[in-house]
């Protein structure tokens, strides 16, 4: 008996390697344009995988699916197909706010129904759905017997990219979180990365990697395993396995945007489509807005968020910036500091701060008053520390607090170094982890619906990454989620020339981010200069996309430089529709972006370290109609490396869809144009 057995293990084992390669396809199905396909298979030993090609080339080759588990045998292997089905689907919906006001979902679903023979039945689903510009597939847990609590140690998921590439990314898991500087190495050089992960394979095709619809699981890293292959890492749980869950549960989506260029990345609705829709309703009370604030001199340190001689937030300075925002048509004054607790180390701990309390010299009840007669509201400011029992015990007071003052906008801020968050755990015990744990994934949304319910927006710094929630809770507005312009005042180092081209395609290919733009004087702390022209401080208003965008230079310096100051207080931040004109990533991009709100077009163009002549052909305006393009352009020998990043030309010409612009950028450089029509 006992050698039987053995040599039938022999033999399985056997079998297993000779037919490693031995797969069975069990489904298959096609983008609605046929560009992508996707084949799931089964291998002798019942593993489950999938492949992608793109116009028939293989882009992901065979890549493992399953789980391991913490209470029970892993999820992999021994599985057979229940059944397979194949729809099509084409709808068209609208966003309350955005890039683009309406937005196509049009997919081809592929789900695929596999039960672990012979080890305890298990039922699970993967389901794909398969895009002309990317695919987005998900496991669904049913609600079985077998596995009622399910705990998930790793997902075995993998990314097997087909050819060489080379990779835009971040490190996953270090201290700075999703601050860390925008690496570029071979694919099969990364080690664990962030997403969205851009690559660019050696044909030109580009992938980005990434997920949507992350609630209640852990965060997904992409761990390079071997080659170009890659497998996603769970953010471990302080409290254990990565993620717990209970009954029936879906995973987020693991997507791959694919395109034939960078500026095909971010034309792609994929990750907002994968998401569900607005579960709000009216939401006409989240009011996309420019705003100024007490910030900027906190980070030049000539000011200061705690009470003492250089408090910032105070009575008389928040007057100051409420006048400038009424006289130049501000909606927003962004009050940091405004409340008691910024003593301490805070961003070690973040225990003392109260929500609720204001120092003395700051009157929130007269100011919000004031504030409201002039048609200025305040941006409320909720910094943590990372300290999520301390800010949950204040939440709701602190969102009455501020509905209660026509605050409809909140800035929060987590600073802390990541894997040391504070959390409460079940056993009621402080724990420390990662912000995109599972228990910060869940805080980060508990904020966000907690402040809808006072019809407040958010604008979250140190979030966690964003994966196109804000289809569903539209008053998640924005999220900082990468370097921004802070780095300026005081990174070591600053932010590099070429940040903002990356960033369009890899961080912004995620949402929305507060970038804080529009720094007019060019210099940091200490004296620390941008590695910026002016031109490209207006450009980053319409590269960087922020429906709550901050102009974050102080009043004196906007008054100091009124031609380049207008172009920042007509700019919009709520798009009709927006197009990306060119790009190449880390090098250049520009994009064109036309007003909810008006006829007009504003285009924001680019560039890294290098000079640069960009061809813009207009054909996006109306044809048939003649427009006054006001352009905001580098001096012919602006440089970034120089006093002369500060020499910006702005001009104007009578222009039509039939012509084409010549853009010459400046090395770090930009160029920012409104286009509005001749009545
Ligand atoms: C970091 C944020 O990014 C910044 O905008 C803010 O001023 C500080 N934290 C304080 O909350």
Do not use: C, M
């Given at each position: 008996m006992q050698l039987r057995r053995s040599a039938a293990i022999l033999a399985a084992t056997f079998a297993l390697s000779v037919n490693a390669w031995a797969q069975q396809v069990i489904a298959k199905a096609a983008s609605p344009g046929q560009v992508l396909d996707v084949e799931v298979q089964i291998e002798n030993g019942g593993k489950l995988g999938y492949a992608v090609k793109r116009n028939g080339k293989q882009v992901i080759g065979l890549s493992r699916l399953g789980f391991n588990l913490a209470n029970a045998p892993k999820l992999d292997g021994g599985f057979a197909l229940l059944k397979q089905t194949a729809s099509l689907h084409d709808s068209t919906w609208e966003q309350p706010w955005g890039e683009r006001q309406f937005v196509r979902n049009h997919y081809r679903e592929l789900r695929v129904e596999v039960e672990q023979k012979n080890r305890g039945n298990r039922r699970l689903a993967i389901v794909f759905r398969i895009y002309d510009d990317g695919i987005g597939f998900r496991y669904e847990f049913p609600d079985q017997p077998q596995l009622r609590d399910t705990e998930i140690i790793d997902e075995l998921t993998e990314f097997a990219v087909a050819q060489k590439g080379t990779?835009?990314?971040?490190?996953?898991?270090?201290?700075?979180?999703?601050?860390?500087?925008?690496?570029?190495?071979?694919?099969?050089?990364?080690?664990?990365?962030n997403t969205p992960l851009t690559v660019r394979l050696e044909d030109g095709t580009h992938i980005a990697f990434h997920e949507a619809a992350l609630v209640d699981y852990a965060s997904m890293w992409l761990r390079k395993v071997d080659g170009q292959k890659l497998r996603a890492q769970l953010v471990a749980s302080p409290n254990g396995p990565a993620v717990v869950r209970h009954g029936a549960f879906t995973t987020p989506w693991r997507t791959m945007q694919i395109a034939d260029n960078a500026a095909g990345l971010y034309m792609s609705d994929l990750v907002l489509n994968l998401n569900e829709p607005n579960k709000l309703g009216d939401v006409s009370w989240v009011k996309p807005s420019k705003f100024v604030g007490v910030w900027w001199e906190m980070h030049l340190q000539s000011g200061t968020w705690n009470a003492g001689p250089k408090h910032a937030a105070n009575t008389a300075n928040t007057k100051r910036y409420i006048d400038f925002a009424a006289k130049y048509g501000f909606r927003g004054v962004l009050v940091e500091g405004w409340n008691k607790g910024w003593e301490s180390d805070w961003g070690h701990g973040g225990a003392d701060f109260s929500f609720t309390e204001s120092y003395p010299d700051f009157d929130l009840p007269g100011l919000a008053a004031y504030a409201k007669s002039k048609g200025v509201r305040l941006v409320g400011h909720h910094e943590t520390g990372g300290n999520l029992p301390a800010y949950e015990k204040q939440m709701d007071a602190a969102y009455k607090l501020y509905a209660k003052h026509?605050?409809?906008s909140v800035k929060s801020g987590y600073v802390h170094e990541a894997g040391s968050m504070q959390f409460m755990g079940e056993d009621g015990k402080l724990r420390y982890g990662h912000y995109d744990s599972q228990l910060g994934v869940r805080h980060f949304l508990k904020a966000v619906t907690e402040a809808a319910k006072y019809r407040i927006a958010v604008d979250t710094h140190e979030p966690v990454k964003d994966t196109g929630l804000r289809r569903t809770y539209p008053n998640w507005v924005s999220r900082e989620g990468a370097r921004g312009v802070e780095y300026n005042a005081w990174g070591n180092p600053p932010n590099a020339v070429d940040h903002e081209a990356k960033l369009v395609f890899t961080r912004m290919l995620s949402g929305p981010m507060d970038y804080t733009p529009g720094v007019l004087s060019l210099v940091g702390a200490e004296g620390k200069v941008f590695n910026s022209t002016q031109a490209k401080q207006l450009a980053n208003f319409v590269v960087i996309y922020s429906p709550l965008a901050m102009a974050a230079d102080l009043p004196e310096n906007y008054e100091k430089y009124p031609a380049a100051f207008k172009f920042i207080r007509d700019v919009p931040?709520?798009?009709?529709?927006?197009?990306?004109?060119?790009?190449?990533?880390?090098?250049?991009?520009?994009?064109?972006?036309?007003?909810?709100?008006?006829?007009?077009?504003?285009v924001g163009a680019v560039t890294d370290g290098e000079k640069?002549?960009?061809?813009?052909?207009?054909?996006?305006?109306?044809?048939?109609?003649?427009?006054?393009?006001?352009?905001?352009?580098?001096?012919?020998?602006?440089?970034?490396?120089?006093?002369?990043?500060?020499?910006?030309?702005?001009?104007?010409?009578?222009?039509?869809?039939?012509?084409?612009?010549?853009?010459?950028?400046?090395?770090?450089?930009?160029?920012?144009?409104?286009?509005?029509?001749?009545?």
């Open positions: 990779a835009w990314w971040i490190p996953a898991g270090e201290l700075p979180g999703l601050e860390e500087e925008i690496r570029t190495s071979p694919l099969s050089e990364i080690g664990t990365a026509g605050v409809d931040t709520d798009w009709a529709d927006t197009r990306v004109v060119n790009g190449a990533v880390g090098e250049y991009v520009t994009i064109a972006r036309k007003d909810r709100n008006s006829q007009d077009w504003y640069r002549a960009l061809a813009l052909p207009l054909s996006f305006l109306d044809a048939g109609k003649t427009y006054v393009a006001e352009i905001y352009r580098d001096g012919d020998a602006a440089d970034y490396r120089s006093e002369r990043r500060f020499d910006l030309v702005v001009e104007q010409r009578r222009v039509t869809a039939k012509d084409v612009l010549q853009l010459q950028l400046a090395p770090g450089g930009g160029q920012a144009i409104r286009f509005s029509p001749v009545r």
